[in-house]
């Protein structure tokens, strides 16, 4: 899936905030996974492209990363900080153990949206389950939001939340300590 769709949405703020969007271990291997759960998308450079077109018709720049290795995503984090609005993670196989990205995104005090294909709550016999049944993600609790079960409708649904949430003065205050 690489064709490019125009999306129709109105702003109210005229900024162009930066979002990172990382992917975790496993997010690699898109495009050779499950249909049922991950859908057409042939690879993880067509669901970048994909967040990306989406982003720049919104009004915002994404920049994807994508590791399989925990220590390369917490790197990519304290780097991207200083530079980024909010981020968008799909913890992937980190959901369960990844306690040290969610604990730095949880201090860097920015938006963050939790992602995933499947409903990570769902049964395994539920049409968006994951094939390994239920889950409790450790991002969860610390995220500002969570968009799970739409594939990779996820993604945008998060980016048009944090984009939508970074405009709104009052929600950003709200976020505040």
């Known amino acids: 899936m690489t064709e490019s769709k125009s999306f129709n949405i109105t702003r109210t ?13 496993n997010m690699s291997y898109l495009g050779k996974r ?11 450079d067509s669901l970048k492209q994909y967040v990306a077109n989406f982003g720049n018709q919104l009004g915002v ?8 290795f925990e220590g390369a995503i917490l790197e990519y984090i304290h780097e991207a900080a200083a530079r980024v ?22 201090e860097i005090g920015k938006p963050v ?13 539920s049409a968006r389950g994951p094939s390994v049944g239920a889950g409790e993600s450790l991002f969860t ?7 799970m079960g739409f594939r990779q409708y996820s993604y945008l649904a998060a980016i048009l939340a944090v984009t939508f949430s970074l405009d709104d003065q009052e929600f950003q205050a709200s976020l505040r300590p």
């Open 13 to 25: 703020g005229t900024r162009q905030h930066r979002i990172a969007v990382i992917d975790g271990p």
């Open 34 to 44: 499950n249909r049922r759960m991950y859908g057409e998308i042939d690879s993880l």
């Open 61 to 68: 720049e994404t920049e994807s990363f994508s590791s399989n």
């Open 85 to 106: 609005d909010a981020f968008v993670i799909n913890p992937a196989g980190l959901t369960t153990t990844g306690q040290a990205v969610r604990q730095i995104l949880q």
């Open 113 to 125: 949206a939790e992602v995933h294909f499947s409903n990570i709550s769902a049964s395994a016999s």
């Open 141 to 147: 609790p610390t995220a500002t939001g969570l968009c």
